[in-house]
């Protein structure tokens, strides 16, 4: 499948894979035009150098206000994906200064130290979900390991982890869902973004009136008690944002990893020989199959150079971490291919100031999920190997509709 006219790569997951996506951005070359839905048009970053080098140049930023097409009214105010890049003032949406000290409470909490704490409980967690799992098998023992284990099991970390009620996560689920499909319509997009700052204005207020020994109460007490607006609606964004980020990722990271083994039983035979490790497996699949997909927007300042292209101000660029996996000068001339003994260093989880503060407890919750999934289910296979799995309707997040296993 090759380049439309004028080099324009037209992002849709109705139209192919994510796998083939990610590879035509790869070879359009290291800065690519592109198209998202709605007709929106942007600059990928696809290969892994260039793209590490716009990630820390502060030249570049994630103020709205800079996107020329937005501030000239060209980009449509009820655009499904303006829920991605008009999050209010967070960690993600800010730069420099401002973006230190919204960051740093949060980074505080997420220390190596701190996430192994959590080891022994997502360990439990992670048995209850396969005991579930096994009962929610039919007569043949198939099952969506995406709903019954994959879904399940991050939501519920980051759920006790933040303090949320555990009778939110089916309606989050839901509003998750309509949040990263690019074909909703204008008024679904509205209803799910108030639905879902609505859920995390009443967290904020539960922990206010009875707090815990949880993140969402500590990064309250930091604000004192009378805290601001201002302060209040930043907190309700950077919850937002980590919630969602806590939980999607690891979804996709677990379905992902599973499917590759399970189409390549080979990798998995390496792991059984204690040579590699899960380790090894979570960071190669991160490398072909990173959660996300495209991360949008930085926007360009001014004219910038990147890689012989030339960005002028105002334009919005968009991060390919699945070019970037391929990128065959960064990871070999096989880089399409699943291999788990290449221990690659990848950008899965960014770079720069914006690196992701939660790839520890990503990490961790993967990796044990995938160590516990395969001994519980030494046989476990693909319910049917020639079906191909149904794409996530998302040029962002790169997973799959669900995972129908056979658990052996």
Request: aromatic residues 6%.
């Amino acid at each position: 499948m090759g380049l439309i006219e004028d080099r324009l790569v037209p992002l849709d997951p109705r139209t192919r894979t994510s796998a083939e996506e990610s590879e035509l951005l790869y070879a359009a070359g290291p800065v690519a035009r592109v198209e998202l839905p709605g007709a929106i048009r942007s600059w990928a970053v696809t290969h892994d150098a260039p793209a590490r080098a716009v990630m820390r140049d502060a030249r570049f930023v994630k103020d709205i206000n800079q996107w020329g097409a937005w501030t000239r009214g060209e980009t449509p105010r009820d655009w499904p994906m303006i829920g991605l890049v008009d999050i209010g003032t967070s960690m993600v949406s800010t730069d420099g200064a401002e973006h230190r000290r919204l960051r740093q409470p949060v980074a505080r909490e997420f220390t190596p130290q701190r996430v192994e704490k959590l080891r022994d409980r997502v360990e439990e967690i992670t048995h209850e979900l396969l005991d579930r799992t096994a009962r929610s098998a039919d007569a043949e023992g198939v099952v969506d390991l995406k709903d019954t284990f994959a879904f399940p099991l991050p939501i519920t970390v980051v759920g006790e982890l933040f303090g949320m009620p555990v009778e939110w996560h089916g309606p989050l689920r839901t509003l998750y869902d309509s949040y990263f499909d690019d074909s909703s319509a204008p008024e679904t997009v509205q209803e799910t973004l108030a639905g879902l700052r609505g859920y995390i204005a009443r967290l904020v207020e539960l922990k206010r009136t009875a707090p815990g020994a949880d993140l969402t109460s500590a990064l309250l007490a930091r604000l004192g008690d009378a805290p601001s607006d201002e302060a209040a609606e930043e907190l309700i964004a950077t919850l937002q944002t980590m919630i969602t980020a806590g939980h999607e990722t690891s979804v996709h990271a677990i379905v992902n990893a599973v499917r590759s083994l399970l189409s390549d039983p080979a990798q998995l035979g390496l792991v059984h020989t204690g040579r590699y490790t899960w380790d090894d497996v979570v960071e190669e699949s991160l490398r072909l199959d990173s959660p996300a997909l495209n991360f949008l927007f930085r926007f360009a300042t001014e004219d910038i150079e990147v890689a012989g292209t030339l960005i002028r101000a105002g334009e919005s660029v968009v991060i390919s971490y699945g070019g970037m996996g391929r990128d065959r000068a960064q990871h070999g001339a096989d880089a399409d291919r699943f291999d788990i003994t290449r221990r690659p260093r990848h950008t899965s989880f960014g770079h720069g100031p914006h690196s992701c503060p939660g790839s520890a407890l990503a990490r961790l919750e993967t990796t044990i999920a995938l160590r516990e999934l395969f001994a519980r289910f030494p046989g476990l296979r693909l319910a049917d190997p020639d079906a191909p799995l149904e794409r996530s309707p998302s040029v962002i997040v790169n997973g799959h509709r669900a995972l129908p296993v056979r658990l052996g």
